[in-house]
């Protein structure tokens, strides 16, 4: 079964500032690799698909990049409500996650 | 709009059994497959289960694999999640999520989520 590994566990940043996320996965799932947000009491929201496809109504801070094993969600500028966890996930598997908070 | 309710949660002991339901709306249910995702108290997410849009393909999850029953009535927008021999580890929010397309497993649409309590 593939493992995700998602790094940093904790990525503390000022809003304006670009977050680099990253997700690696045990072994190769093609572009088949998808990003979740989820704020505090809150469902998760799709934002990234097939690697580098933003959802419908994400904006364009939002990017995903990668293939093969290795993968990154990169925020251009934070803004405030884009603090939160985030997650990649491929088919049955998701990663442990990223928490994004203010600095 | 695309709705997901979930409903069924509760405080159940260990041993005992719950039936979660999810009322879909606002798009063609029968034409899309459907999952369980849970998240136990301040942790991350777990898929539990799996269905297609025509009930043909089903997975669990394998801590989940023989307790738990997956199944949907197309002509009620009805997903169900039927758990028996809850454990302690069973306490989570419960989930129910609409994947892409008919047999996709990307998860494009939340529900809030049902909270369970597997407790003495």
């Known amino acids: 079964e593939i493992v995700l590994t998602q790094s940093p566990a904790t990525l503390s940043l000022s809003p304006g500032e670009r977050a680099t996320l990253s997700c690696r996965a045990s072994q190769s799932v093609s572009s088949y690799l998808a990003w979740y947000q989820q704020k505090p009491g809150q469902a998760p929201r799709l934002l990234i698909y097939?690697?580098?496809n933003r959802a419908t109504g994400i904006p364009a801070r939002f990017s995903g990049s990668g293939s093969g094993t290795d993968f990154t969600l990169t925020i251009s500028s934070l803004e405030p409500e884009d603090f939160a966890v985030y997650y990649c996930?491929?088919?049955?598997?998701f990663g442990p996650g990223t928490k994004v908070d203010i600095k | 709009e695309v709705q997901l309710v979930e409903s069924g949660g509760g405080l159940v002991q260990p041993g005992g059994s719950l039936r979660l339901s999810c009322a879909a709306s606002?798009?063609?249910?029968?034409?899309?497959?459907m999952n369980w995702v849970r998240q136990a108290p301040g942790k991350g997410l777990e898929w539990v289960s799996y269905i297609s849009s025509s009930s043909s393909t089903i997975y669990y999850a394998d801590s989940v694999k023989g307790r738990f029953t997956i199944s949907r009535d197309n002509a009620k927008n009805s997903l169900y999640l039927q758990m028996n021999s809850l454990r302690d580890e069973d306490t989570a929010v419960y989930y129910c999520?609409?994947?892409?397309?008919?047999?996709?497993?990307?998860?494009?649409?939340w529900g809030q989520g049902t909270l369970v309590t597997v407790s003495s």
């Open positions: 097939d690697a580098s």
């Open positions: 999520a609409r994947g892409a397309y008919s047999s996709s497993s990307l998860i494009v649409y």
């Open positions: 996930q491929q088919r049955k598997v």
């Open positions: 606002g798009f063609t249910f029968s034409s899309y497959s």
